[in-house]
Structures are given as structure tokens and as C-alpha cells.
């Protein structure tokens, strides 16, 4: 699976999950701040990227996933 690839799923992701539109969510946007994203909705996220992409999120990376882009970053070197 390639970077565009990947983005895109996450950012549809991201979106089901904070019940936003597509269109809304932005590789520079800020989860918690942007999207008022509680430390529920992380583990919510997470937990699905780690059933899409088939990937491990360990507990303490969750507080360096700020951006969308660092989720995408994250997900990529593990894959």
C-alpha cells in the first residue's frame, strides 16, 4: 500500500470515527484540537487503523500522534 493509499483510508477513517465529512479532515489538522478528539476517540482511531492496515500501535505512541500526518508517518514505517 502506497503513502496516497494509505492517507486516504485514514482520513475516511478518521472521519467515520468523529463523525465528519472527508472533506473536513486535513493531513495538517491537529486531532484533539481540531476535531475535539478525547482520548477515546485515540484509542478508537487506533484501534481501527491497527484492524486496516494491520499494524500495532504501542500505548505510548498514541502521544505522538498529533497530526493526521503522523498517524500516516506511523503507519507507513510499519507496515
Given amino acids: 500500500m502506497?503513502?496516497?493509499a494509505i492517507e486516504s483510508k485514514?482520513?475516511?477513517i478518521i472521519a467515520e470515527q468523529l463523525g465528519?465529512?472527508?472533506?473536513?479532515?486535513?493531513?495538517d489538522a491537529n486531532i484533539r484540537d481540531d476535531?475535539?478528539?478525547d482520548s477515546l476517540d485515540m484509542v478508537d482511531i487506533?484501534?481501527?487503523?491497527?484492524?486496516?492496515?494491520?499494524?500495532?500501535?504501542?500505548?505510548?505512541?498514541?502521544?505522538?500522534l498529533v497530526y493526521v500526518k503522523?498517524?500516516?508517518?506511523?503507519?507507513?514505517?510499519n507496515m
Avoid: G, H, Q, T
Fill in 46 to 64: 487506533v484501534m481501527s487503523c491497527e484492524d486496516e492496515f494491520s499494524v500495532e500501535f504501542p500505548e505510548d505512541s498514541m502521544d505522538n
Fill in 20 to 27: 465528519l465529512e472527508v472533506e473536513e479532515v486535513s493531513l
Fill in 2 to 4: 502506497n503513502r496516497e
Fill in 70 to 77: 503522523d498517524v500516516v508517518d506511523f503507519i507507513e514505517k
Fill in 35 to 37: 476535531f475535539d478528539a
Fill in 10 to 12: 485514514l482520513v475516511e
